[in-house]
């Protein structure tokens, strides 16, 4: 990765934070962009810039891709990380709730995705799509969250299929529960005792197998043996996999 100029959105915190890092060390040159300034601070040491940038406001991408590619002239990687959630159930879940998650979830990441694409064509580079297995399939109190991955992952398998031929790539990234502040962003303080048999995989973990991804253009890394595991029972024996769910 050496000298690779790579974008990572969400870099203030969680997956974010450990995949900035993981690239810096493989000797990238590494813009974090993030919303809390104070956090995003903490990471201004350790990369070559960071710049504050919220997915939700048009104009603060666009201030912020041209102040990265005024600087580098170009990028290679664009990691499409900034995320919410939103875990109730669907009897709960209002409308513009729905709206706001896919606020940042999609559209968010279209949007970051429009101002870079230019030059990730350009230069045949490589877009990672963090999603998440609930992009893959339905999980109880995810419903606007499942529709918000869902949408991620069918948007950008379709964005592959046209910048495929055009030598760019599209890696999508599917995590499993991971050890970061997410649930706590979302409110769901209770995700820990809710779930006491469930063994969160850490973010360094994620960042490790995204960097492995961008190095092999992997079309998607579903992260941890057991999400592997009950993503190809979904697929062979989706009533089975009712009974195991944990
Ligand atoms: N943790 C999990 O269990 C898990 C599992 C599967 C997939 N994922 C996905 O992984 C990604 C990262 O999650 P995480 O676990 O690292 O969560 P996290 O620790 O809460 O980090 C989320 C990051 O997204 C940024 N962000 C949120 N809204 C934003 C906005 N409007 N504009 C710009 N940045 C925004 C946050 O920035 P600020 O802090 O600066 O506001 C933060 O850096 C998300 O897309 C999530 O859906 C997480």
């Given at each position: 990765?050496?000298?690779?100029?790579?974008?990572?959105?969400?870099?203030?915190?969680?997956i974010?934070?450990?995949?900035?890092?993981?690239?810096?060390?493989?000797?990238?040159?590494?813009?974090?962009?993030?919303?809390?300034?104070?956090?995003?601070?903490?990471?201004?040491?350790?990369?070559?810039?960071?710049?504050?940038?919220?997915?939700?406001?048009?104009?603060?991408i666009?201030?912020?891709?041209?102040?990265?590619?005024?600087?580098?002239?170009?990028?290679?990687?664009?990691?499409?990380?900034?995320?919410?959630?939103?875990?109730?159930?669907?009897?709960?879940?209002?409308?513009?709730?729905?709206?706001?998650?896919?606020?940042?979830?999609?559209?968010?990441?279209?949007?970051?995705?429009?101002?870079?694409s230019?030059?990730?064509?350009?230069?045949?580079?490589?877009?990672?799509?963090?999603?998440?297995?609930?992009?893959?399939?339905?999980?109880?109190?995810?419903?606007?969250?499942?529709?918000?991955?869902?949408?991620?992952?069918?948007?950008?398998?379709?964005?592959?299929?046209?910048?495929?031929?055009?030598g760019?790539?599209?890696?999508?990234?599917?995590?499993?529960?991971?050890?970061?502040?997410?649930?706590?962003?979302?409110?769901?303080?209770?995700?820990?005792?809710?779930?006491?048999?469930?063994?969160l995989?850490?973010?360094?973990?994620?960042?490790?197998?995204?960097?492995?991804?961008?190095?092999?253009?992997?079309?998607?890394?579903?992260?941890?043996?057991?999400?592997k595991?009950?993503?190809?029972?979904?697929?062979?024996?989706?009533?089975?996999?009712?009974?195991?769910?944990?």
């Open positions: 990765m050496r000298d690779q100029v790579v974008v990572v959105t969400g870099a203030s915190s969680g974010g934070a450990a995949t900035a890092l993981a690239f810096a060390q493989a000797g990238a040159k590494v813009v974090g962009l993030g919303r809390d300034q104070a956090r995003l601070q903490k990471m201004a040491e350790k990369l070559d810039l960071v710049l504050t940038m919220d997915v939700t406001r048009p104009e603060s666009e201030i912020a891709a041209a102040a990265v590619l005024d600087r580098y002239g170009h990028i290679d990687v664009l990691v499409n990380n900034a995320g919410v959630g939103l875990f109730v159930e669907e009897a709960e879940t209002e409308e513009e709730a729905l709206r706001d998650l896919m606020e940042v979830n999609f559209f968010g990441m279209r949007r970051v995705t429009r101002a870079f230019a030059s990730l064509l350009e230069n045949k580079g490589v877009l990672v799509q963090v999603a998440s297995v609930a992009g893959l399939r339905g999980y109880a109190r995810h419903t606007a969250y499942c529709a918000s991955k869902h949408a991620l992952i069918g948007w950008s398998e379709a964005l592959r299929a046209e910048w495929g031929p055009k760019a790539s599209v890696v999508i990234v599917c995590p499993p529960a991971i050890d970061t502040p997410f649930f706590d962003h979302a409110g769901y303080t209770d995700f820990r005792k809710d779930h006491p048999r469930l063994h995989l850490s973010p360094e973990r994620v960042a490790a197998e995204i960097l492995d991804g961008v190095r092999h253009r992997r079309h998607r890394v579903i992260i941890g043996l057991r999400a595991v009950l993503y190809t029972l979904f697929c062979v024996a989706p009533g089975m996999l009712e009974r195991v769910r944990g």
